[in-house]
């Protein structure tokens, strides 16, 4: 048989640096590694600064979501000092959380899937409204965007990079006529989503809850228009439906807590069964990373990061990060799978955790969470305080779990005598793109690509699909 | 059409993002008035002109012109940065090499311009921006550099930087409406770099009364405790606005760290808190000498209205009535 490596990096329309070595025998793939190839040391420059600088330094980790980082490095602070924010301040860091995530679904669907159909093997004439700078559907994403960032402004004043979210709570009060303006944009995007994404209503689309319906729902001429119905329809034709699965464990923080404690998606583990979610049970392996050996496997809380470049037995800066020992995926798939939803469930069971799913799920959670942007607005009263002085972070231990855009985010930090001694941050790509652990065990995307047929190895296409369903992050990965 | 090659380098693809937040006008129609083909960038490189590392390489050849080089990010120039382009060259050789035949170079960021975030602390990676480390010249491509347009790499800084000073400087240059002249010490467009951030504050009423916010989300001048470096910090933020024109790092509450200068952010902490010897901030507004200021501030403070006192420390507003009906105390400080 013949066996040929091959090594694919750059990706287009991707985030990062990311290279991608698969075997390929009889035109599938068979084993692959995943390498992220670009080291910044995020967590060595944060070693002996003042706690509060973490809120600055990792919102540069990511242009996409470092809202969501300053969020965690924010919260592995208050859980230092076991305080809460304010019930204001935790719905406007809904708003704004909320708000980096669609953002980062829509931008990843209009920018770096959708795309794609327009290009070789595929060249669809029905996906030319995805074509970059040009389609119709593109231009409007793009346009539409506006709306939705000034809303952000009105409540984190600028982004990326915002500093609002502090350990206290947010630093800007919304006011009545704001609250008001902001409600304005929304339905303006809103608008665009229900007339172009969808072809219907937001209401109508969230009332699907099986394959069977959504079936129904696509033949309907409005929808098959929409952006969503011409992925849908494409998705089928190609195959996205068949690639993309592994015998997938899912994991989330719980997403989005609303102002009494209850989580609009809820934590938890999912192999089958949804058990409990315990940060406890989250080690990370070097075996096959860029790093000292010395430690072996090491819960984050006492993770180390010390580069060894020089190690030729390694092939990437990610570390592999492992729930009870095991790889597990992190995203708005994960999420839903975890909450139950019943549409995104009915699929998983129909086609796996494949590419077509994750994306669909991706969307999916995008709707949910912008009718959720408008309830959480409604629920802020401009009469109470939004921040709460909360002390100097002296010593101790903090944990800061947010879920991100791409899935679930820590911050793990220690501080003595009120400077930095540790700061280990695990990201959901680090989840999802992890290389090899201790037991030479793949990362959730690795053991995804097997199987996948490479046909012609210089248009890798569906490859490149299963690898976009994750919505890969390399920035974030390696730190 | 001209082309524009656009590298991501060491960043975090923040000025990426910031650029597709581009408002008057949309990204897609910024791009038309440059007449220019977007290559090698991540998201709109066109698979139809090749693949990117290909067209890199035509470019550093020659084989492809360059009008313009943008880069997002800062370089490693000492250790091959990994960086994911196949070839055998590390991206600074890249750049390097394009440089020389590129009609412009432009910074895009903080970390492109001077190194950045990418650059703090100890730096053990040596990662350093195009011409400037921090505030020296240098960096990757040393303090003589002219590009073939005779202009030293123009430095659009930011972390990120705002859309329309990417956009309208690279519009600029491809309009030949810049040149040296245009640009100030660190080489930055004076167009957008020559004002502070403090201007159009909307706290610059408290800032003249020295009425100060002594937590977030009060509505005082950020200055005095909260660390707000907008007095000299050298950008229009305040002026132009951010986000569909709704926000600004002090509108949302929060103290401006000088983002867009050489020192960020190593040079501005303590961040979130102002650094005083003898209760005088250790750092005074650009060009205002410390005597005057200590006399001006001292006259002012006194001369403060009570509405400003009262409202500075406040999180909403306490209105010219409440206050006769509050006379004992502020009631309506909440915080
Ligand atoms: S908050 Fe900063 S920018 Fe605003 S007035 Fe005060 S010093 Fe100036
Ligand atoms: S206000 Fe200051 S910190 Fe904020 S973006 Fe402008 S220059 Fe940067």
């Not at chain 1, 679904?105 to 209009?110: A, D, E, M, V």
């Not at chain 1, 098959?224 to 996205?240: N, P, Y």
């Not at chain 2, 002249?181 to 159009?200: Q, S």
């Not at chain 2, 405790?225 to 132009?240: H, I, P, Q, V």
Request: contains cysteine; charged residues 20%.
């Amino acid at each position: 048989m013949v066996r040929k490596t091959i090594a694919f990096s750059p990706f287009t329309r991707l985030e990062g640096d990311l290279q991608i070595r698969v075997d390929i025998e009889n035109g599938q793939i068979v084993s692959s590694r995943a390498s992220g190839t670009l080291y910044r040391g995020f967590e060595t420059m944060l070693r002996g600064r003042d706690p509060l600088d973490a809120i600055v330094i990792t919102c540069r980790v990511c242009g996409q979501c470092g809202l969501t980082h300053s969020a965690a490095a924010a919260e592995a602070i208050r859980s230092l000092l076991g305080v809460r924010m304010p019930r204001n301040a935790r719905l406007a860091g809904n708003v704004m959380l909320a708000i980096e995530a669609i953002l980062s679904h829509f931008t990843h669907f209009y920018l770096s899937f959708a795309p794609d159909f327009t290009e070789p093997p595929y060249c669809e004439r029905q996906a030319q409204i995805f074509l970059p700078l040009a389609g119709s559907s593109f231009l409007r994403a793009l346009r539409e965007r506006e709306a939705l960032l000034g809303v952000l402004g009105l409540i984190a004043g600028k982004w990326p990079n915002s500093l609002a979210i502090q350990p206290g709570g947010t630093t800007r009060p919304v006011t009545a006529s704001e609250i008001r303006r902001a409600h304005g944009l929304l339905s303006e995007y809103l608008r665009f989503v229900e007339e172009q994404v969808l072809g219907c209503e937001l209401e109508e689309w969230l009332q699907l809850r099986s394959v069977p319906e959504l079936e129904r729902w696509l033949g309907s001429g409005s929808h098959a228009a929409g952006d969503l119905g011409t992925f849908a329809a494409l998705s089928l034709r190609h195959g996205l439906t068949g690639i993309g699965s592994w015998p997938a464990r899912f994991l989330s923080s719980g997403g989005w807590s609303g102002p009494d404690g209850e989580t609009l998606l809820p934590p938890g583990f999912h192999d089958g069964l949804t058990r409990e979610f315990d940060s406890a049970r989250i080690t990370e392996h070097v075996k096959h990373s860029w790093y000292d050996l010395r430690g072996g496997a090491l819960p984050p809380a006492s993770g180390e990061t010390e580069p060894a470049p020089e190690r030729d037995d390694a092939y990437s800066w990610a570390k592999a990060p492992r729930y009870e020992g095991q790889p597990a995926e992190t995203g708005p798939l994960a999420r839903l799978i975890i909450a139950q939803d019943p549409l995104i469930a009915d699929l998983a069971k129909k086609y796996g955790p494949s590419a077509f799913v994750r994306e669909i799920a991706r969307l999916h959670e995008s709707i949910r969470l912008l009718k959720q942007v408008g309830a959480w607005l409604g629920e802020v009263d401009p009469e109470e305080p939004f921040y709460q002085e909360a002390p100097q972070a002296l010593s101790g231990t903090g944990v800061g779990l947010v879920e991100a855009p791409r899935g679930t985010l820590g911050h793990w930090l220690r501080v003595e005598e009120g400077k930095i001694q540790n700061y280990q941050i695990i990201t959901p790509t680090g989840w999802n793109l992890s290389p090899r652990d201790s037991v030479d065990e793949p990362g959730p995307l690795e053991t995804a690509l097997v199987g996948v047929p490479v046909p012609d190895p210089d248009r890798p296409a569906a490859m490149a699909y299963v690898v976009k369903s994750f919505d890969p992050c390399l920035y974030c990965t390696v730190h | 059409m001209a082309n524009l090659l656009w590298i991501q380098a060491v960043c975090c693809g923040g000025e990426t993002a910031s650029l597709l937040n581009s408002d008057h006008p949309h990204l897609p129609a910024a791009l038309r008035t440059l007449g220019a083909t977007l290559l090698g960038h991540g998201y709109f490189h066109d698979q139809d002109t090749g693949r990117a590392e290909q067209v890199i390489e035509e470019c550093a050849s020659g084989k492809r012109h360059v009008d313009l080089l943008a880069v997002e990010g800062a370089v490693h120039p000492q250790a091959p940065d990994g960086s994911a382009w196949a070839s055998a060259k590390p991206l600074a050789e890249w750049i390097r090499a394009i440089a020389q035949v590129a009609d412009c170079t432009v910074a895009i960021g903080t970390c492109a311009s001077f190194g950045g975030v990418m650059a703090c602390g100890r730096n053990p990676l040596r990662a350093t921006g195009l011409q400037f480390h921090r505030d020296q010249k240098g960096g990757l491509l040393g303090a003589s550099f002219r590009s073939k347009m005779g202009v030293p790499v123009v430095n659009v800084p930011g972390c990120p930087a705002h859309p329309d000073w990417i956009i309208g400087t690279l519009w600029a240059l491809r309009a030949n409406r810049l040149d040296e002249a245009d640009l100030d010490r660190f080489n930055r467009p004076r167009v957008f770099y020559g004002k502070l951030a403090h201007h159009a504050c909307p706290r610059n009423e408290y800032y003249e009364f020295k009425a100060s916010a002594a937590a977030y989300s009060q509505q005082g001048c950020l200055f005095e405790n909260l660390g707000c470096k907008g007095t000299l910090c050298e950008s229009d933020c305040n002026e132009r606005l951010w986000l569909a024109r709704t926000g600004s790092c002090t509108r949302g509450g929060f103290p401006c760290l000088s983002c867009t200068s050489p020192l960020f952010p190593d040079g501005f902490t303590p961040f979130f808190k102002t650094a005083k010897i003898g209760g005088i901030p250790t750092s005074l507004p650009l060009d205002v000498p410390k005597a005057w200021y200590v006399g001006i501030s001292g006259l002012s403070k006194l001369a403060c209205p009570e509405r400003l006192r009262r409202n500075a420390v406040s999180f909403k507003p306490v209105w010219a009535g409440n206050q006769e009906s509050n006379e004992d105390g502020p009631q309506n400080d909440r915080l």
